[in-house]
């Protein structure tokens, strides 16, 4: 029976993708809206019921696989349609589900005045149901096609606006570098067929400690190019540089896919293989570190920007690298679980900031914002919420997840220690950037010249109702898991993440992680308002400080210099050389050769036509006569 | 009942029968094409639906006896491999006949007459059953291409055309050779003079013999794929022929050099084949990554997808010549997927020719705003071209990678490359001309009309339909794979396990003669003394 | 009559036969004018019929009688389209010499 749900689950989007790209002309509205937000949210009350259903097993019972057939066979591979239902697919169909079905809801009003109304909507569909496919696919396979599919959904939604050139370059750049992962992935996938002939969750895992074995080489080579892929798609170094650049995409978007879902994939997709990643220690330690030189890194970028949306990619970023840094340690558990808050405050502030920009006409820059406390009481009510869950202030949701993981952490040896002081550090960052946003866009004063608009609306009850509910969430949904007292998401979580190591933090390490990170945030936090609410005028007077390491900041330290130095301008250039050399002259050149020669031998040999009939005659003659004397000469 | 006959002859019947419309009779024109493209298609639905997936050899076989004192004869059949291949010319050219005939050119009745001929040229060498026939049929189907591009192509066809055939023709005169010295080897180490391809195979020539006699097959093979360094003659032909012409060329056509390794090189020349199949997979690698290359820096979209075409073809190379049977079912399945998609690209550029003449691709922008429909199915063709996880051509790629990769796993990495670059450039194709400003011309002008989806509706949910059951097409190769390539296996050492087949020795082993014996006698037929 | 019959070598048959032959062709390279060209056409299809005759006298079999009656045939035919050709070529150009057609010059 679950099976069959889960199927509808997955089908529901598609369906509604179709109904919505499929109807001749443009639909009414009111249609667009029933079918666009209508079928998601019937996906997420058929998850819950899944939830429920499973909630009623026993653990060890939670796991089923359901096949529609049997998509391919070759020789020893065999690659099965099938959807997996345990508790980490059935947690992420619930995310996935509910925070999209709020998203979309949201979108309903937000996207009123766009032109391709129906396109939106068909296209979120299509994101809903790649990313339902992503998680709750039974083998690597589906993973990987999953795992295009929201690449393309994202390339889409990024370059929505198609008729503008930088969303155009950006939703380019983020399928590309997805590309690169998927290509990860995959390469992964071919070591897997290689190895263990097979692609299944429950055939590799099984098979993967005895037959690849702890530690070989073949174990850290697959989990490094699985992490390609998860690095790609959830913006780790050096693949991060789409993600900023996506915010071209409308903010509903830049919520769900960029926020809340896709870009989580990769920590899903780790906690999934924890089997492989527990046999890769070197891999391990290297994804955990990546996670946390990402969340450093994006932490320090955030400081300097002046858009409200890429200081909220740039944090995304950056709290991702906590994720995937907890899943490089072995705290698997704690990264899903700081993937849930994230997906509630983060989702929560996207569209918090949405309702800012709607309300400015369309302006991002926190420039031009500021005082906006008494126009938009709800965002800034809720705003606060998110800011106060972001930064790990007690008792908001990012308290318990991100307190954590950096307990876990300190639980995790030495290179855990390290690990945890970075994301401890980076807490108060995070703290800082985030407040710094908060400040400037509700406190402070207004803009010089006013605002872009007369005087900044209030959003409509589509748009409330979901921040409301999302502000709720990330309020509370913290004590799912409260140290030392009950921790039900990790029970919930058990069956699926086999492997974990036992890290089992001691009071001291939660004590230190919980008031040390209290403490920083609120440090941060005080900084923050000395600086932009305390005396406007001083953050004017402190621009010169640090110029050098501000421009290198603002450049985002590089990367896309460095990759356009690296890898683009040398395949242009290989490129053009190679079409001015080997193609013109090479191999274009055989085929005229060829051609010429034939010509010039015909030209050679019409001269034997002379049109007469007597050297015709003379010529065979001539010919019986030789063939006479080879026929005498070699006969004889 | 003969359907394999009549699926090669009926398509021939209908370009003779052109010559009884008179001049003017469009409208009779016309239906003796459609009839005769519609029976194609529904006897090669038959015998794809009455395929035996079981049976690895020739089935539907129609054999008679043409010049029996040199072994000549009519020999055509099916079986996995050249069935989809068939499937595929029977569909394309229906399509591809009906657009034909709702837009009729000039000179419409030749026009028609030459496209059936090109159907019956592919068609006999994808059933020939017979070198000779092969060989014939390779040939014939160049006549009416030339005459297709050489008179309703653009003002380059001419140059074009004749680099394209001469060159061609060149390489398969290196296979005519070879085909006669199979065939006279062969009856050096069997007694039996024959040229029927079932015959001949496991027949142990020397390791020289083998590997000079596949040279030959092989080069007339990689000019037509093309691989490179062989292909020259591409770009230029593709961009001057006619759109719908240049579709079909690139789609079926440069399978025949895929389907004659295939068919031929492997089987026939295992030997030969195993020690040039590092070269030939090098070459491939190197044709994937130049062709990426250029296709990213082409300056019209009909380069472009030329281009592209290059690098894909390399990777179905490369799955060859990996002698495994999940490659090899997955460059059949690309053979396919390639056929698909290649076709539907190049209608879509002939599409966006109406609103942008010059082709280049910096001449238009911004289709999107007036040709939505058309942006919808580009999309969702430059998605299937660049390989996207879920698509039909994933599903090639993925099988045949995985099957290069257990035996080169450097090539077959290194070839990944090309699904980076697959990505740069096509976004390059649909970006440049859909989104951004609209500049350069009418959007309307590009918007999908009733004829436009009478060719890309079909190849669209033929994508869908094989992205969803890749298994429909990979299942009915696997018998004639395995026989395909297990001689290839066994002259490659591989692992006993990995050997599918093992196909008996053509004649049996004690026939032959071991090292040092007198060469069997010739039977000499007796002559009646007066 | 057999015995005289008999008596003819082969070699004789040949030498007859060729010396024709050489005759007919000797006439086809050198003579200008396209009747002679015929007539010397028709000596060497009747030096071959001289030769099958011999022949088959020699192995005694009669194909080589009915070859000859077939040659003669065609070369009758043959005369007939050539006189046809001749005559059509000279009411076209009013001459008769064959190095001067040369209009299929390459």
Do not use: C
């Given at each position: 029976m679950i099976e069959v749900l889960a199927w509808l689950v997955l089908a529901l989007p598609l369906l509604s993708c179709l109904a919505l790209s499929l109807w001749p002309g443009e639909p009414p509205k009111a249609y667009t809206r029933a079918v666009g937000l209508g079928l998601p949210a019937i996906g997420f009350v058929l998850s819950a019921?899944?939830?429920?259903?499973?909630?009623?097993?026993?653990?060890?019972?939670?796991?089923?696989?359901?096949?529609?057939?049997?998509?391919?066979?070759?020789?020893?591979?065999?690659?099965?349609?099938?959807?997996?239902?345990?508790?980490?697919s059935v947690l992420m169909m619930l995310v996935v589900t509910g925070v999209g079905s709020l998203i979309v809801w949201y979108s309903t009003e937000y996207m009123d005045h766009d032109r391709d109304y129906r396109r939106f909507f068909a296209e979120l569909g299509f994101f809903l149901f790649s990313m339902l496919l992503l998680v709750m696919a039974a083998n690597f396979f589906f993973l990987i096609v999953g795992w295009g599919l929201v690449g393309l959904a994202s390339y889409l939604l990024i370059g929505f606006y198609y008729d503008k050139p930088s969303a155009v370059a950006a939703s380019k750049k983020a399928f590309v570098i997805n590309v690169i992962g998927d290509v990860g992935m995959v390469l992964a996938a071919f070591i897997l067929v290689r190895e263990l002939g097979t692609l299944d969750y429950g055939e590799v895992f099984a098979a993967a400690p005895g037959e690849m074995g702890m530690g070989t080489g073949v174990s850290e080579m697959v989990a490094i190019l699985l992490f390609v892929g998860a690095a790609a798609k959830s913006a780790q170094i050096p693949l991060h540089t789409w993600l900023p650049d996506a915010m071209e995409g409308p903010t509903p978007v830049s919520a769900l896919i960029h926020a809340a879902t896709m870009v989580t994939a990769g920590v899903y997709m780790i906690v999934r293989s924890n089997v492989l990643y527990e046999l890769a220690p070197y891999a391990s330690d290297a994804v955990a570190i990546v996670g946390a030189l990402t969340l450093l890194m994006a932490a320090t970028i955030a400081f300097v920007q002046e858009d409200i949306k890429r200081i909220l990619a740039w944090s995304t970023v950056s709290q991702i690298g906590y994720m995937i840094m907890a899943a490089g340690l072995g705290a698997y558990s704690a990264g899903m679980f700081h993937f849930l808050t994230h997906a509630f405050f983060k989702a929560l502030l996207f569209l918090g900031a949405g309702i800012v920009i709607h309300a400015l006409a369309d302006q991002q820059s926190i420039d031009r914002m500021g005082g906006l406390k008494k126009h938009l009481r709800v965002a800034y009510l809720t705003m606060a919420v998110g800011c106060l869950a972001i930064a790990a202030i007690p008792p908001f949701s990012g308290f318990f997840s991100k307190d954590e993981i950096i307990a876990y952490s300190f639980a995790a040896g030495d290179l855990g220690v390290v690990l945890g002081i970075v994301g401890l550090v980076a807490g108060g960052l995070t703290a800082f950037y985030m407040f710094r946003l908060f400040f400037r866009v509700f406190h402070g004063p207004e803009p010089e010249g006013g605002y872009?608009?007369?005087?900044?609306?209030?959003?409509?009850?589509?748009?409330?109702?979901?921040?409301?509910?999302?502000?709720a969430l990330a309020a509370v949904a913290g004590f799912l898991q409260v140290p030392e007292a009950w921790h039900p998401l990790e029970d919930w979580l058990a069956p699926a993440i086999t492997a974990a190591p036992d890290l089992h933090p001691s009071g001291a390490q939660i004590l230190i992680s919980m008031i040390g990170g209290t403490a920083l945030a609120l440090a941060a936090i005080w900084f923050a308002h000395w600086m932009y609410v305390a005396d406007p005028g001083r953050r004017l007077r402190m621009a010169g400080t640090l110029a050098g390491y501000r421009r290198l900041l603002h450049d985002q330290y590089r990367f896309d210099h460095a990759f356009e130095a690296a890898a683009v301008q040398p395949g242009r250039d290989l490129g053009d050389g190679l079409m001015a050399t080997v193609e013109r002259g090479g191999a274009q050149g055989i085929p005229t050769g060829v051609a010429r020669a034939a010509i010039l031998a015909g030209r050679g040999l019409r001269l034997a036509q002379t049109g007469l009939v007597r050297t015709y005659a003379l010529a065979m003659v001539a010919g019986v006569a030789i063939l006479g004397v080879i026929a005498i000469l070699v006969v004889r | 009942m003969p359907w394999v006959s009549a699926i090669v002859l009926i398509p021939l019947f209908g370009a003779l029968s052109m010559l009884f419309v008179p001049s003017g009779g469009f409208v009779q024109a016309r239906i003796h094409a459609l009839l005769a493209a519609v029976l194609t298609a529904a006897f090669t639905a038959y015998v794809v639906v009455d395929f035996d997936r079981g049976e690895g050899g020739l089935q539907h076989i129609d054999h008679l006896d043409w010049v029996e004192s040199i072994g000549l004869s009519w020999d055509v059949g099916v079986d996995g491999i050249s069935l989809w291949m068939i499937a595929l010319t029977a569909g394309l050219f229906l399509l591809g006949i009906a657009v034909a005939c709702w837009r009729l050119p000039e000179c419409g009745r030749a026009y028609l007459a030459l496209l059936l001929l090109a159907q019956a040229g592919l068609m006999g060498l994808f059933a020939a059953g017979d070198l000779v026939l092969f060989y014939v049929f390779w040939e014939t189907m160049l006549i009416p291409f030339y005459f297709l591009i050489g008179v309703w192509g653009n003002e380059d066809r001419r140059a074009a055309v004749v680099r394209f055939v001469v060159y061609t023709m060149a390489g398969s005169l290196l296979m005519l050779v070879a085909i006669l010295g199979t065939a006279f080897t062969a009856r050096s180490i069997t007694g039996q003079f024959t040229f029927l391809i079932r015959d001949l195979e496991g027949i142990p020539f020397s390791t020289a013999q083998s590997v000079w006699l596949f040279l030959g097959f092989a080069i007339a093979f990689a000019i037509k794929l093309p691989l490179f360094p062989f292909h020259g003659w591409l770009p230029r032909v593709y961009a001057a022929g006619p759109i719908l012409v240049t579709a079909l060329l690139a789609a079926v056509m440069s399978k025949a050099g895929a389907y004659g390794f295939m068919r031929v090189g492997v089987p026939l020349f295992p030997e030969g084949a195993d020690i040039m199949a590092v070269t030939i997979g090098l070459l491939a690698l190197a044709g994937i990554v130049y062709g990426s290359l250029l296709a990213w820096r082409a300056p019209t979209m009909r380069l472009l997808v030329a281009y592209s075409s290059i690098a894909h073809l390399g990777f179905i190379a490369m799955a060859i010549v990996a002698f495994d049977l999940q490659a090899s079912q997955g460059a059949m399945l690309q053979m396919v997927n390639h056929g698909i998609v290649v076709a539907a690209a190049f209608m879509v550029v002939g599409i966006i020719n109406r609103a942008a003449p010059s082709d280049r691709l910096d001449s238009i922008g911004g289709l999107a705003f007036g040709a939505p429909r058309l942006a919808a199915v580009f999309l969702i063709v430059a998605m299937a071209s660049l390989a996207i996880p879920g698509s039909n051509s994933f599903a090639g790629e993925f099988l045949l990678l995985t099957g290069v990769f257990r035996h080169h796993p450097w090539l077959a990495a290194l070839a990944t490359l090309g699904i980076i670059y697959a990505a740069v450039y096509m976004l390059r194709l649909y970006?440049?001309?859909?989104?951004?400003?609209?500049?350069?011309?009418?959007?309307?002008?590009?918007?999908?009309?009733?004829?436009?989806?009478?060719?890309?509706?079909?190849?669209?949910?033929?994508?869908?339909v094989i992205a969803l059951w890749p298994r429909g097409i990979v299942g009915a190769t696997t018998n004639s794979l395995e026989r395909s390539i297990s001689p290839a296996q066994v002259a490659a050492d591989r692992p006993a396990d990995q050997i599918r087949v093992r196909i008996a020795p053509n004649p049996p082993p004690a026939a032959l003669p071991l090292p040092g014996d007198p060469l069997p006698e010739v039977p000499v037929e007796e002559v009646p003394q007066p | 009559m057999m015995e005289t019959m008999e008596?003819?070598?082969?070699?004789?048959?040949?030498?007859?036969?060729?010396?024709?032959?050489?005759?007919g062709l000797l006439g086809v390279l050198i003579r200008r004018n396209p009747l002679l060209l015929l007539l010397a056409v028709e000596l060497m299809l009747n030096s071959a019929n001289v030769a099958l005759v011999g022949f088959s006298r020699h192995w005694n079999v009669t194909d080589g009688h009915i070859f000859a009656l077939v040659v003669m045939v065609v070369a009758a035919a043959e005369v007939v389209i050539g006189l046809g050709l001749v005559v059509a070529t000279f009411k076209q150009r009013r001459a008769l010499d064959v190095d001067r057609m040369t209009v299929l010059k390459g």
């Open positions: 019921v899944i939830f429920a259903v499973l909630l009623g097993r026993d653990a060890g019972d939670r796991t089923e696989v359901s096949t529609l057939w049997n998509w391919v066979r070759s020789d020893t591979l065999s690659i099965d349609l099938a959807l997996q239902i345990d508790p980490l872009d608009v007369e005087h900044p609306h209030a959003p409509g009850p589509a748009m409330t109702i979901p921040v409301v509910v999302l502000a | 970006q440049s001309s859909m989104n951004g400003p609209a500049h350069g011309g009418r959007g309307k002008d590009a918007e999908m009309r009733a004829v436009d989806y009478l060719m890309l509706a079909p190849l669209v949910l033929a994508m869908l | 008596g003819v070598p082969l070699g004789l048959y040949l030498a007859v036969s060729g010396a024709l032959f050489l005759m």
